[in-house]
């Protein structure tokens, strides 16, 4: 492949790699609001523990497993900022330069250098990417997981 074609597609493939954060983001944001409406609703049974009995513990099972799910999307939603310390292309990267440097060193890179830089960007975000998906997934599993739980413990406190 030439060295154009390869900067071009390059280039493709790193818009497309940084095309899934706005999706994962998106998808922290729904099930977040998922879990804070679960938590509020069970929340609010709480007032019925002023008698409490030990079958009231069953109101800690939806509890816990929604506020894993956020901890889960916190563990998603956090900046993974390592790597990229010499890049030309990471903005924490470019952020160690001095205006004039970065034009300079930016300007006198061969295109395979820039080629590189952008590989190595591609592979760390889908590095990233990997691990927020994971968190997204355990957080989707744990909300779906608490449905059951949330609906016996509205179930139960309705009769109290």
């Not at 080629?115 to 989707?140: G, H, P, T």
Request: charged share 20%.
């Amino acid at each position: 492949m030439k060295q154009k074609d390869l900067l071009q597609v390059t280039q493709e493939q790193l818009s497309r790699t940084l095309s899934f954060f706005p999706r994962a983001e998106t998808k922290a944001s729904i099930i977040l609001g998922i879990n804070t409406g679960l938590l509020a609703l069970v929340a609010s049974k709480f007032e019925a523990l002023w008698c409490f009995e030990y079958w009231m513990l069953v109101i800690f099972i939806p509890l816990i497993l929604n506020s894993l799910s956020i901890f889960f999307l916190y563990k998603s939603s956090s900046p993974q900022l390592d790597g990229g310390d010499h890049s030309l292309v990471y903005f924490r990267g470019i952020s160690t330069l001095k205006e004039k440097d970065y034009i300079q060193k930016f300007s006198k890179q061969s295109t395979n250098d820039h080629i590189n830089d952008m590989l190595a960007q591609i592979w760390r975000n889908s590095e990233i990417l990997k691990v927020k998906y994971d968190y997204l997934r355990y957080s989707y599993i744990l909300l779906l997981v608490s449905i059951v739980p949330v609906c016996i413990t509205l179930i139960l406190f309705s009769y109290e």
